[in-house]
């Protein structure tokens, strides 16, 4: 009798087409999915993959991590394959996936949604020497992820990214210079709730460090809730009133706790200092103007600056 797996609490499937039986490099990325507080499972086919996916599991979004092999020993989906992954995307997964010849093939139902055209399948004879990480703007920043490459270099595509919210993710760092992987996240354009990097590069021949590699893959690809707090409301207790200036001065001049430096932000000006003291007891005692967005309310911050908010007890 078979092992009954529920798909509903695993968070990310790994597979690898060519290679039936797992190894190192698929076997490391589940060990690096471990240590970060997820629950993966090697899968042996495409058809394994469940719409459920994950959805047992609060706040994550689940992840499937999908190798096709480098040319020329790839493996291409076949239409069948390609509607399982779009029927699980359209649930709200994220999908990771690298080949040779990954972009190219038969139009799919994947095809459709994944952001992502290839112009060129490479030349037998290419050089692909390293990778040049880009800042997408989206959600994965790899302008440090830059690495030397050491995977089969022919017959890497040159995928263009396709629509509102795709975007180059490496570059080729010799000639010819072209796109080798494509980060896109379907809620920018209003397209659906799901996000995939296309590689036709590998993990594998990635010759630089492959954890922080996966850091910010499974950022960009799983992205943790923001958290949602009230401005002022710097200790957190539901009310903005005399408690907050002084919890912020402990902060400050008492090495007090700093759990959500965004709420203790009063006047929103991306730092914590006496202002913010000041700005609270302002609004409290002489009628000044009242913490800024978000405001009576919880929410998110709507500016981007350094600080974070880890949890606030009063907000949801």
Same mark, same amino acid.
């Not at 086919?45 to 096709?68: E, F, H, K, N, R």
């Not at 291409?76 to 996936?97: H, K």
């Given at each position: 009798?078979?092992?009954?797996?529920?798909?509903?609490?695993?968070?990310?499937?790994?597979?690898?087409?060519?290679?039936?039986?797992?190894?190192?490099?698929?076997?490391?990325?589940?060990?690096?999915?471990?240590?970060?507080?997820?629950?993966?499972?090697?899968?042996?086919?495409?058809?394994?993959?469940?719409?459920?996916?994950?959805?047992?599991?609060?706040?994550?979004?689940?992840?499937?991590?999908?190798?096709?092999?480098?040319?020329?020993?790839?493996?291409?989906?076949?239409?069948?394959?390609?509607?399982?992954?779009?029927?699980?995307?359209?649930?709200?997964?994220? =999908?990771?996936?690298?080949?040779?010849?990954?972009?190219?093939?038969?139009?799919?139902?994947?095809?459709?949604?994944?952001?992502?055209?290839?112009?060129?399948?490479?030349?037998?004879?290419?050089?692909?020497?390293?990778?040049?990480?880009?800042?997408?703007?989206?959600?994965?920043?790899?302008?440090? =992820?830059?690495?030397?490459?050491?995977?089969?270099?022919?017959?890497?595509?040159?995928?263009?990214?396709?629509?509102?919210?795709?975007?180059? =993710?490496?570059?080729?760092?010799?000639?010819?210079?072209?796109?080798?992987?494509?980060?896109?996240?379907?809620?920018?354009?209003?397209?659906?709730?799901?996000?995939?990097?296309?590689?036709?590069?590998?993990?594998?021949?990635?010759?630089?460090?492959?954890?922080?590699?996966?850091?910010?893959?499974?950022?960009?690809?799983?992205?943790?809730?923001?958290?949602?707090?009230?401005?002022?409301?710097?200790?957190?207790?539901?009310?903005?009133?005399?408690?907050?200036?002084?919890?912020?001065?402990?902060?400050?001049?008492?090495?007090?706790?700093?759990?959500?430096?965004?709420?203790?932000?009063?006047?929103?000006?991306?730092?914590?200092?006496?202002?913010?003291?000041?700005?609270?007891?302002?609004?409290?005692?002489?009628?000044?103007?009242?913490?800024?967005?978000?405001?009576?309310?919880?929410?998110?911050?709507?500016?981007?600056?350094?600080?974070?908010?880890?949890?606030?007890?009063?907000?949801?």
């Amino acid at each position: 009798m078979g092992i009954s797996i529920q798909w509903e609490v695993v968070t990310d499937v790994l597979i690898w087409v060519e290679r039936p039986v797992p190894d190192g490099p698929i076997i490391c990325w589940n060990d690096h999915l471990v240590n970060k507080g997820r629950n993966p499972r090697v899968g042996t086919s495409i058809d394994q993959i469940s719409p459920l996916l994950g959805s047992a599991v609060p706040g994550t979004i689940p992840v499937v991590w999908l190798s096709l092999g480098e040319f020329p020993f790839n493996h291409r989906l076949t239409p069948a394959e390609g509607q399982i992954l779009a029927d699980y995307l359209a649930a709200g997964g994220s =999908l990771y996936i690298e080949g040779g010849d990954v972009a190219f093939g038969g139009q799919s139902a994947l095809s459709l949604i994944d952001g992502v055209t290839a112009i060129d399948n490479g030349d037998l004879q290419g050089s692909v020497p390293g990778v040049t990480g880009l800042d997408t703007g989206l959600g994965i920043d790899a302008t440090q =992820l830059s690495a030397p490459y050491r995977g089969r270099s022919g017959s890497i595509d040159h995928l263009v990214p396709d629509g509102n919210g795709a975007a180059a =993710l490496f570059q080729n760092a010799g000639p010819p210079g072209q796109t080798t992987a494509v980060y896109y996240d379907a809620n920018v354009s209003g397209a659906g709730t799901h996000r995939i990097v296309t590689s036709s590069t590998t993990i594998e021949g990635y010759d630089g460090d492959e954890s922080a590699l996966l850091d910010a893959l499974l950022d960009g690809l799983s992205p943790s809730p923001a958290i949602t707090f009230t401005r002022g409301d710097g200790n957190g207790d539901g009310a903005v009133d005399i408690g907050d200036p002084i919890y912020s001065l402990a902060y400050l001049f008492n090495g007090g706790d700093g759990a959500c430096l965004d709420a203790q932000d009063s006047n929103d000006d991306g730092s914590v200092d006496i202002g913010d003291p000041v700005y609270s007891l302002s609004f409290s005692f002489s009628s000044g103007p009242p913490p800024l967005a978000p405001w009576p309310n919880c929410g998110s911050d709507p500016t981007t600056d350094g600080l974070s908010c880890l949890t606030q007890p009063s907000c949801p």
